[in-house]
Structure formats: C-alpha cells, structure tokens
C-alpha cells in the first residue's frame, strides 16, 4: 500500500458525533437481534468510499475497535480505500482469514461460499463467533424466510436480498451447532435487521 | 429529581463522557450484550471496569444501563421492588447526573428498569428493557466451585447436579425449599439464575415482552434474555415449581397475588405485609384502594409510607 490515498474519503466519513450516533445505532441493532424479523431504521451518520454502504459502515464503527478483528469480502478489498477508512475510524486490524475476525463485513452476500468458514466460537466460549454484517439491498423484497425462535412471537417473516447461496441450509445447519455459531446482522440502506444464531428457519410447504 | 440533570453542575461534569463510561468501555459491553442476546442464557464474560461505587451495589447494572442509555430514555431503578432506597436514589441521580436523562418512578413511563431483586408487577411492554444487578451469575457456583467445571458443565448441557440440589430439598424439607435465585432453563439449552428475585418473579421472565440484560459487575459476566423466550423454572413432574402465596392482601392496598415484604410493627410481635413494588402500591393506593392499616383518610397514606421508609 503507498501511504498516501489520492481523495480525503479515507479520512472523512466518520461519525461527526461519536457518542451519540453509536448510541442509537447500537440500539436500534440491539432491538434488531433481540427481536429477530423486525426492521429497525437506522441514521444516516456516515459516508464511506463506495461500495461500503452507509448502513454497513455505521454498523462497524459502532461495534470494532482494536480489540476486534475485522474481515473484509473481495468487494471490500478491490481496493484499499475500505480497509483504510476501517481501519482509520475505528483502530480494528484488518484480518485475511476469515476465522480469525470478530467481525466480517460482507458488500457481495451472494459470492460468500460458507458460513462455517467464520469462527463459529468453542462449546465452552459461545460468544468467541465471528458476527457477519451482510450489506443487503432489501429487507422485505427477496424470498421470504420465516422465522421462530427466542424474540420471535409464534412467527416472524424477513425477505432479504442478496443473501448467500444455498442460504436455508446454511443457516440450518449453523442453528444446528448451537450454543456455537455465527450471528448475522443484515444491513439494508437505512435500516437493520438481525438474525442470531438462536433463529430458526421454518421450511416452506412445498 | 429530574430537574437534577439540567442543573449547572452538568457543565462542570464536562470530564465525563456520557453515562460515565467511556466510548470502548460501552463497545465491549455492547459487544456482549449482543453475544447474550444471540445465545440467551450463556454468561458471556466482559472486562468489567471499576465504578464508582462497591460492588454489590449494582456495578454490573450500572454499566449495562450506561451501554444502552441515550439522552431519551427514562430510568427507572428498583431495589427489592422499591424505588426510593438508597441504592435506587444513588442509581437514579447518577444517570440523572452523568446523562442528563429523565428518571420516572412510573414502571409504564420508563424505557430502561434498572433492578435488584424484583421484576415490576406491571406488566412490562414491548420497547421497555430490564436491566438486572447480578450478584452471582453462575447458577451452579454453590455446587461446583471452579470455573472451568461450571464451564464444561455448561458447554456438555449437563446439569445433574442441579436437579440434584433441588431433590435434596425435598428429601429435607418434603418440598423445595429455594425462594429465590430459584434456577431456570432459558429456552430449553442454558441454566440461568435469574438473580436473587423470589421466585414469584420466575414466570414473569417466560415471554416477557421486554428485553431482559443481567450484569454482573465483579463476577464480569453479562447476559441475557430476549422478549418471547422460554424460561422454565427446573421442577420434577411430583413437585412442580410453585411460586409464593400470601394469606392476607397488602396492608396499605389491599392487592393480593403480589409479592409481599413482611414490616416489624412493633416488639410485641405486630407485623404487617406491604406490596414490595411501592409504584404499583402508590398507584393503586392513588386509584382509592385501601388496605387494612390504611384506613379512610387520604393523608394516612404517607404517615404509613414514612413509618414504613423509617423501619428500612
């Protein structure tokens, strides 16, 4: 990497109010994973280099610093501007290996091959997962999955869109490690939604 | 109370960041309440930091609360079900102090509950979040006194010994002789201690509408319960799980089916039996219920509310 980048969208972008926007971004997340299939809007509080979104971007400036291990997908890492701006904004080092990360930030949902690829965390330490941040389009226009589990009143329905291949058996098969496990965080333009580890998927009738 | 927080020793307080902590304190505390939420139940361990205050006195609340809170909240905070001792008053101007937030003693007006020991017995609501002071998270610590065991135990779902504990109550005493701290299963995976609550309060955790977070600040471990999630206090199917009953209504409401403290009256072995949530005996005091110590006149109320405030 040369030192320099030729624009100032490395430096600039960041939360203008550190304090309060991680605030109401962190709690509309934490509504978000404590009741899985809600929507919760977010602020618009940052502006990263593209194609990081501003959802995405505010998520992680919330939750990493330079105790958490941040892993970007090959759209994040086309160019540096991404990792820069992570890594100027929140201090978290940038990690290749997608177990070693806290957290994953994920532009291009639909090329991710695995989630079992993520550190799933130990039987004795659950909560030593990666936590995915998927950048989605939508949140109600893609297939619809229904949802039950812990937050859940009876059910719950989520459509995103893009979401990794063969997403029902991979989730099927995460809710079957449980306590282990990835968390993901599904951030659409303008809003969150949530689906930890402990949401079922009902099969659809065929 | 709450004008406490506009007064101008908030501009002085400038030192401070907001609700004390400081911004990576709230981003690892955050990051844990999030892994609690995703496996409800498992006690996820955080760097707890100092407070300034002892422990024991709500440090892990505190510093929930002062992960979560925004300048819109309204706190509530109960010790034993009461808002106006000591530990309650310290929390609450606190938040009032180092947030500027608003404080309620309402349970319908607040957005964050701060607790020791109590779940309000008003029906919490959807957007509200109980926040619970954690002395000793680690249900099977009295069973098992090293961590690593207590953590195997967890991580191979076994605990036999538990329901152990809970048989040898009964071949003592012919029922199960714990009333508090009484353990649950959270959605059918993790042993939990709701923290020292009676167990009148266990089935209000089963599909609460509001979020529930413990923290435990010296034993720095958080977790947690989402709304609509399964908390089954452990039973056997020839003693099943039975919450507290009170033979006489509260003396100063006349509420029955709330969990009652027993008030000393004098040395000649008078007593009398209160609601231990003193907003819910308020305000069905305010809607004209009358206890038997009570009696007719309005006023009576706040002598009998001094008298019972002095035998604190």
Redesign the interface.
């Known amino acids: 990497m040369t030192a320099i980048p030729q624009t100032n969208a490395v430096y600039e972008g960041g939360f203008s109010d550190p304090v309060g926007a991680s605030q109401v971004v962190f709690r509309a997340l934490m509504d978000a994973m404590a009741r899985p299939g809600t929507i919760q809007v977010l602020p618009d509080v940052t502006a990263p280099p593209a194609p990081l979104s501003a959802s995405a971007s505010a998520l992680i400036a919330t939750l990493a610093d330079a105790d958490t291990p941040v892993w970007l997908d090959a759209a994040l890492t086309k160019s540096s501007a991404i990792r820069d701006w992570i890594v100027f904004h929140t201090g978290a080092p940038v990690v290749s290996n997608p177990s070693d990360a806290a957290f994953a930030l994920v532009a291009a949902p639909q090329n991710l091959s695995a989630l079992n690829g993520f550190s799933l965390g130990t039987q004795e330490f659950p909560d030593r997962s990666t936590t995915i941040i998927l950048q989605v389009s939508t949140l109600s226009d893609g297939a619809q999955l229904t949802l039950e589990g812990p937050g859940i009143k009876d059910q719950a329905q989520l459509a995103p869109d893009p979401l990794p291949q063969h997403f029902e058996n991979q989730w099927r098969a995460n809710r079957a490690a449980f306590p282990r496990g990835v968390d993901l965080i599904l951030a659409a333009p303008g809003c969150v939604a949530a689906l930890p580890r402990s949401t079922r998927l009902v099969r659809r009738e065929a | 109370m709450n004008a406490l927080a506009q007064d101008e020793g908030s501009q002085n307080l400038a030192t401070y ?2 609700a004390y902590l400081d ?2 304190t ?3 505390i ?11 139940g ?1 006690q ?2 955080f760097a707890s930091r100092e407070m300034p205050m002892p422990y024991g006195w709500g440090t892990g609340g505190v510093q929930v609360t002062a ?5 819109d909240d309204v706190l509530k905070v109960i010790d034993q079900g009461a808002d106006d001792t000591t530990n309650a008053v310290s929390i609450r101007a606190f938040f009032a102090k180092t947030a500027g937030v608003a404080t309620t003693t309402a349970t319908p007006d607040a957005t964050i509950i701060q607790t020791r020991h109590r779940i309000p017995e008003t029906p919490l609501t959807q957007g509200q979040v109980l926040v619970y002071q954690v002395p000793i998270p680690e249900p099977l610590r009295f069973l098992e006194p090293r961590e690593t065991e207590t ?2 135990m ?3 779902e076994e605990y036999g010994l538990m329901h152990v504990k809970l048989y040898e109550d009964i071949a003592r005493n012919g029922h199960i002789a714990t009333t508090y701290a009484y353990p649950v299963k959270v ?1 059918g ?2 042993v939990m201690d709701p923290s020292p609550t009676p167990k009148f309060d266990n089935p209000k955790m089963h ?1 609460s509408e509001a ?1 529930q977070l413990f923290g435990a600040g010296r034993e720095k471990r958080i977790y ?7 908390v089954v206090s452990l039973d056997f199917e020839d003693h099943p799980f039975e919450i507290q009953h009170f033979d006489q209504p509260c003396a100063m409401c006349g509420a029955v089916e709330v969990y009652l403290d027993e008030v000393v009256l004098d040395d000649k072995g008078g007593r009398m039996f209160v609601c231990s949530d003193t907003h819910h005996c308020e305000s069905r005091q305010a809607d004209g219920h009358r206890g038997a110590l009570l009696g007719e006149s309005p006023g009576a109320g706040d002598d009998a509310g001094a008298e019972k405030e002095a035998i604190r």
């Open positions: 960041n907001f911004e990576q709230k981003r690892m955050r990051r844990a309440i999030l892994k609690g939420i995703a496996v409800p498992y996820v361990p992960a979560i809170i925004g300048p953590r195997k967890h991580a191979l959605e995976r993790y599909q979020l947690a319960i989402p709304p609509h999630t399964e």
